[in-house]
């Protein structure tokens, strides 16, 4: 069971990146995707998630209009596109699946992040 992303890099403020959250071993579909970032000396934010079932997004307000998060069920890849970055989007972005199963089981799986620099 693995999440891996990809995608990071360095930008200029007003470029853009997609992200990618690849996942083998589970079928994606069936979880909750979260994409959180931690930027140095801060704590980690949850910047967006995408539910399981209907595909519900939800936001942080400081990348509300900049940033979406998308499912290719047929790739097992949940994606961040970002847009208009900013200096203060730079941080190291992870991604995150979790289910809780109708027999009480969780699962609970994050990936190793990737580094996103802002910078001119």
């Known amino acids: 069971v693995q999440l891996v992303e990809s995608g990071g890099g360095l930008v200029q403020p007003g470029g853009s990146l997609r992200l990618s959250c690849v996942a083998s071993?589970?079928?994606?579909?069936?979880?909750?995707v979260s994409w959180y970032r931690q930027a140095p000396g801060k704590g980690r934010e949850l910047v967006s998630a995408?539910?399981?079932?209907?595909?519900?997004?939800n936001y942080v307000d400081s990348v509300k209009g900049r940033v979406t998060i998308s499912r290719d069920n047929a790739k097992n890849t949940v994606y961040l596109q970002m847009n208009n970055l900013k200096p203060e989007d730079t941080a190291v972005y992870s991604c995150?699946?979790?289910?809780?199963?109708?027999?009480?089981?969780?699962?609970?799986?994050w990936g190793q992040g990737t580094q996103v620099t802002v910078s001119s």
């Open positions: 995408i539910i399981s079932t209907g595909g519900r997004t």
């Open positions: 071993g589970f079928t994606v579909s069936g979880y909750r």
């Open positions: 995150r699946a979790q289910a809780q199963w109708a027999d009480g089981t969780i699962e609970d799986y």
